[in-house]
């Protein structure tokens, strides 16, 4: 079973520029999440979605930060403009939403961002 | 408020060695606990799980967790750690919404 995908794996990029991160999640996957994991810290939950709709972005610096699951399936993590803090790993995980409490998540191998 | 605290930041460990990593928790409602690990250059894998019923669980590659409601506390051990073992590992909870909270991990070195 092929996992979550992400790309790109790494991106530098300078202080106010934009960039765009991509997740695939395992196939029949419903719920998808994405996290910020911050050098030295535990991932933090940005934002989660169920199929194509958004069930918690209350982490979700939304001045900045947007993401979208059009056909509930892919979806894209966008920063525009980019801050020095952002630089972190943006992990991807999936899960078959199968019941509440009963569900595994599945990571992706995260995007490394590096703001200069 | 969901949190997780790990008290533990670099273990240093010789092989063979007993292995206890500190977990602990807050959350008002049904508490679903985790452990991942993170092996150098691989993404966060799931070692074990704890949803209810026997609170000692056992995961893979001699993992085990004891889930303890009366210290809040969900602590990974293994009788004797290997070389392989050396990995960040992150305990979690799950909110109401099935999203994770994780701790701050506990980075572990095992020297051969």
């Known amino acids: 079973e092929a996992g979550v995908a992400q790309s790109p794996r790494y991106k530098i990029i300078e202080k106010r520029q934009s960039v765009a991160f991509w997740c695939n999640p395992i196939?029949?996957?419903?719920?998808l999440y994405w996290y910020q994991q911050i050098l030295g810290q535990g991932p933090k939950l940005l934002i989660q979605?169920?199929?194509?709709?958004?069930?918690?972005d209350s982490q979700l610096p939304k001045d900045r930060f947007s993401a979208e699951r059009l056909k509930g399936v892919d979806s894209t993590l966008k920063i525009q403009p980019a801050k020095l803090e952002d630089s972190a790993v943006y992990l991807c995980?999936?899960?078959?939403?199968?019941?509440?409490?009963?569900?595994?998540?599945?990571f992706g191998p995260g995007t490394r961002l590096t703001v200069l | 408020a969901q949190s997780v605290s790990q008290h533990n930041h670099h273990v240093i460990l010789s092989e063979a060695a007993s292995l206890e990593l500190g977990c602990n928790y807050s959350?008002?409602?049904?508490?679903?606990l985790f452990w991942y690990v993170q092996y150098p250059g691989q993404h966060l894998q799931l070692l074990l799980k704890?949803?209810?019923?026997?609170?000692l669980v056992k995961g893979i590659k001699g993992f085990e967790a004891e889930f303890i409601k009366s210290k809040f506390s969900f602590n990974l051990r293994k009788p004797s750690v290997q070389w392989s073992d050396t990995a960040e590992y992150f305990c979690?909870?799950?909110?109401?919404?099935?999203?994770?909270?994780f701790g701050t991990g506990t980075r572990l070195t095992v020297i051969p």
């Open positions: 995980a999936s899960s078959l939403a199968t019941g509440v409490g009963t569900d595994t998540q599945y």
């Open positions: 979690a909870v799950m909110g109401g919404a099935n999203n994770l909270f």
């Open positions: 704890y949803f209810s019923g026997d609170p």
């Open positions: 196939s029949g996957h419903a719920t």
């Open positions: 979605f169920q199929n194509n709709g958004v069930v918690d």
């Open positions: 959350y008002g409602g049904t508490v679903n």
